[in-house]
Each structure stands twice: as C-alpha cells, then as structure tokens.
T-cell receptor
C-alpha cells in the first residue's frame, strides 16, 4: 500500500533558526513528489514538484530535495511568515491522484 | 484567474439532511479532485474526474456520498443523509497537466450536528 509519513508532526523554531522537515514514502513507481503549504482556513498552496532522486528545487528560504525513500524540505533562516502546515504528497503508478501525508505544523517565533 | 471556487465556505446542517457542495475548477483544467480533510486522517481523496468522467471513486466512504461533473466548469459533491462523522473540511482541486501540481479551492467547512 502506498504510504506517506511526515515528521515531526510539529516544529517550533526561533526566527533565523534553520531546520528540515522530513517526508518518507513507500510507493510503487513514483511519478512525482509534491510539497504544499497550508495556512489556517485555506486550501493547500503548491510549492514544488520533484520527479527523480537527486533533484533539488528552491524558492526563497525553502529548498526541497529528493532521494529514493524520502524528501526533505530545508528552511533556511525562517521568518514568522513561514509559519504554516507543510504537506508532502506523492503521485504513483498510473494514478492521477495525490496521496498526502498528515503534514508538519511549523511555528516560527520572532 | 479567480482560481478554484467552492461554495458554500461554511455549512452547518442537522443529521439526516442533504448537503450539496459545489466547485468551479480553473478553466482549461481537465482533472478535478474532491478531498476531505480531518485532524485524524489528514487529506483523503474521495473521487476524481478526467474530462468530466469519474476515474476513481474508491475513496467515497459509502453510498451516502455521490459526486457529479455535468460539464467542464462545475462539479457537485452530495451527502444524503448527512451524519455527524461527515464533519470535515471538503476541498476541490483542479489541474492540467496532471503533474503540474493541483490548485486547491478554499474549502467548505461542514458541520453536521
């Protein structure tokens, strides 16, 4: 069964304190791994898609990396506005849908 | 572009009543997805359509749930009769092509009392 596990469930950082979020997955035939950001009361907002091991993508203070078993979302020198829930999802096999992890809730204190 | 539009934003209903959630996808997107989000289970796929045709409805909890997409610009998710355990946030998303990353709507928060 395809599965996505995110850790930690919650992460509290001080402004400027860099860290990483983990997304481990077991799927049959990975087609893509997706990262989303979700703010309270809103729908998930697309950040990145990674397709193959070794691939990296960056956007402002965020950098996503992918291996054959997991993905990391690195946050460099975070700011309070980076506070949100970060969701990881995979698209596998012949399916068109995404399978989501439960997310990591990030809080960045000034 | 107005994005994916869902209505209503909030719905409070009594157990046993019929509930209809609505979604307007982004023009030109040929995939439409209905997800449900709860604290316990996270985001779960209910059903998805490609070119208005249902492709996978294996996530629909039971016969009380039904979804339609009569045309490329409109979809509905209906729950009849509703139960308290259906309380959740329901999201609609659309995409084209399918690997570009979905665009989600703002969701409908459903409370069944």
């Amino acid at each position: 069964e395809d599965q996505v596990t995110q850790s930690p469930e919650a992460l509290r950082l001080q402004e400027g304190e860099s860290s990483s979020l983990n997304c481990s997955y077991t799927v049959s035939g990975l087609r893509g791994l997706f990262w989303y950001r979700q703010d309270p009361g809103k729908g998930p907002e697309f950040l990145f898609t990674l397709y193959s091991a070794g691939e990296e993508k960056e956007k402002e203070r965020l950098k996503a990396t992918l291996t054959k078993k997991e993905s990391f979302l690195h946050i460099t020198a975070p700011k309070p506005e980076d506070s949100a829930t970060y969701l990881c999802a995979v698209q596998a096999g012949s399916q068109g849908n995404l399978i989501f992890g439960k997310g990591t809730k990030l809080s960045v204190k000034p | 572009d107005a994005g994916v539009i869902q209505s209503p934003r909030h719905e409070v209903t009594e157990m046993g009543q019929e509930v209809t959630l609505r979604c307007k996808p982004i023009s030109g997107h040929d995939y439409l997805f209905w997800y449900r989000q709860t604290m316990m289970r996270g985001l779960e796929l209910l059903i998805y359509f490609n070119n208005n045709v249902p492709i996978d409805d294996s996530g629909m909890p039971e016969d009380r749930f039904s979804a339609k997409m009569p045309n490329a610009s409109f979809s509905t998710l209906k729950i009849q009769p509703s139960e308290p355990r259906d309380s959740a946030v329901y999201f609609c998303a659309s995409s084209f092509p399918e690997q570009s990353g979905y665009t989600f709507g703002s969701g409908t928060r459903l409370t069944v009392v």
